[in-house]
């Protein structure tokens, strides 16, 4: 995990992303203010999706090159975990079709933001050992 302490400018660059296009959807979708806690836990998975993106962009193989290789895994990671998370538990809380789209739409806009800033920022890889 150290890759993450080497890599913390770009994370949280790709966190400050990530919040400000919530912030933006949240607004679109005219909700009620949110509360601090509710901020504070959407900085910490925020961080945390996009310090896993880093890990996955540092050990992606480079064949395809590098800008493939980020975005597709933005959106190999988003449709393998986050969409199949987000579509069961959403629907299974009653939320309707479009909520589930809005959202998942939301986060695949997210990881793909992330990945671009995370590939432009560049990415240093822990020293091998």
């Given at each position: 995990?150290?890759?993450?302490?080497q890599?913390?400018v770009?994370?949280?660059?790709?966190?400050l992303?990530?919040?400000a296009?919530?912030?933006?959807?949240?607004?679109?979708?005219?909700?009620?203010?949110?509360?601090?806690?509710?901020?504070?836990l959407?900085?910490l998975a925020?961080?945390?999706?996009?310090?896993?993106?880093a890990?996955?962009?540092?050990?992606?193989?480079?064949?395809?090159?590098?800008?493939?290789?980020?975005?597709?895994s933005?959106?190999?990671?988003?449709?393998?975990?986050?969409?199949?998370?987000?579509?069961?538990?959403l629907?299974a809380?009653?939320?309707r079709?479009?909520?589930?789209?809005?959202?998942?739409?939301?986060?695949?806009?997210?990881?793909l933001?992330?990945a671009?800033?995370l590939?432009a920022?560049?990415?240093?890889?822990?020293a091998?050992?």
């Open positions: 995990m150290i890759y993450i302490l890599n913390s770009p994370i949280a660059l790709a966190t992303a990530g919040l296009i919530g912030a933006i959807w949240l607004r679109l979708a005219e909700t009620a203010p949110l509360r601090w806690q509710v901020v504070a959407a900085a925020e961080f945390w999706l996009a310090a896993i993106l890990g996955a962009l540092i050990l992606a193989p480079d064949e395809a090159g590098a800008w493939t290789m980020a975005l597709g933005a959106f190999i990671i988003w449709l393998g975990f986050v969409l199949p998370a987000l579509a069961v538990t629907a809380l009653g939320r079709t479009g909520t589930i789209l809005a959202a998942s739409g939301h986060w695949l806009v997210v990881m933001v992330q671009a800033i590939q920022a560049g990415l240093v890889a822990p091998a050992t």
